[in-house]
């Protein structure tokens, strides 16, 4: 049994229409939905194929709105902000005030969730653990992409963004390395994979001969992209890789000390 890691939240709103300013069961949805994928609590995860069914993974990491804010008073752990940016792009200007965003929580307190329309069918974007500035990091996700009740859209209404972009914000690369049969994500119970998958596979579908001996892609991890139905799974290992960024040392260990 590792410790349980419980990770205070701070989620950013910033709306542009009324529409765009979820509601607190919008939020609370993806909040459920973070644990429920995180400590393998969701209800799908029994439909990982028998192959992969030994590696599916309790990180045994869990996400809680914070309760107090930087200045020490209590909190919802949500901010709201109104916004003349109809939409935004990866370039950060939702985490900047200044620039029609709002300015990021202390990110080695905090992780920052900055829920906003996103234009170019942007679904969300992850800040690598020490690959960028402090005041940008945390994770961006699309006002319908959040959550899995509310303002969402199928086939991204299930919560599966942010399991997705957290599961970066913890070091984990995408399931095929970005690359081909040679790319790897640096995890060892992944298999090879070409290319990412999209939609809803059937099982099995193989892209790549050198990936272990396994009969299909591994399309149903989190770390694919697949639809939200179609993915519903963490491995072991990227569940170690996780972890070792919030251990004593890890870069982010100061979010749950
Ligand atoms: N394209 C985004 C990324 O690479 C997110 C993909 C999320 N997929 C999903 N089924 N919700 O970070
Ligand atoms: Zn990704
Ligand atoms: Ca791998």
Redesign the pocket.
Known sequence: EATVYTIPVVVHVLYNTSAQNVSQAQIQSQIDVLNEDFRRTNSDYTLTPSEFAGSVADTEIEFVLATTDPNGNATTGVTRTSTSKSSFSTNDEMKFTAQGGKDAWDTQKYLNIWVCNMSGG?????QFPGSGAANTDGVVILTT?FGSTGNVSAP?NEG??AT??VG?WLNLR?IWGDGNCSADDYVSDTPIAAASNGGCPSYPSKSCSNNGGFSSDMFMNYMD????AC?YMFTTGQKNRMRAVLDAGGFRSDLVT
């Open positions: 942007i679904l969300g974007y992850a992409g991204f599966r963004t997705h972009e970066h995408h992209y697949t639809n939200d993915m």
